[in-house]
């Protein structure tokens, strides 16, 4: 069973001051799915999330090396699936290989509707959408029992 939210973020900060909220809530062995149309905030609140968890720490898209590692303990694991052109490719970037090393780390996929199957099942799923000129949609997907709980706390909503 899924539990979904929606919120509305309005520009480049609120989607920034939202990854960094839902930065807090990871934890090691942590899988979330970004998806949304190029230009959707993805990128945006990724760099909120690596914030969250490593205050300081930038990140950058991976769009062309693909996978970035940032930090450690936990390390963040950042892949961008927008230039994989076979959902096979995913078996060439070694992501569950750096999500297992050493104690394990955070993981990040952007466009990750590109290799369906591929991320475990339980995690977090975050769609990003446009609503106006400055405006997007999330929608959080919780599956499993750790993030639907989080939801029906409402540790993500939009005013937390």
Do not use: C, N
């Not at 490593?54 to 303990?73: D, F, L, M, N, W």
């Not at 394990?104 to 475990?120: H, N, S």
């Not at 799923?125 to 029906?152: F, H, I, K, N, P």
């Amino acid at each position: 069973m899924e539990l979904e939210r929606r919120s509305l973020l309005r520009g480049a900060q609120e989607t920034t001051a939202f990854g960094k909220r839902l930065g807090r809530l990871l934890t090691t062995g942590d899988w979330v799915g970004l998806t949304g149309e190029m230009g959707a905030g993805k990128t945006t609140l990724v760099a909120g999330i690596v914030e969250g968890i490593h205050p300081g720490q930038k990140s950058r898209s991976p769009t062309y090396v693909r996978v970035e590692v940032y930090g450690r303990a936990p390390a963040i694991v950042h892949a961008d699936l927008y230039r994989l052109e076979r959902a096979e490719e995913w078996d060439t970037l070694g992501i569950e290989d750096l999500a297992g090393a050493e104690s394990g780390a955070i993981v990040l996929v952007e466009w990750a509707d590109r290799a369906p199957g591929r991320l475990p099942e339980e995690g977090l799923r975050v769609s990003l959408r446009y609503a106006g000129q400055d405006a997007r949609e999330v929608l959080l997907e919780a599956r499993g029992e750790r993030w639907q709980r989080l939801l029906r706390e409402a540790a993500l909503g939009s005013g937390s």
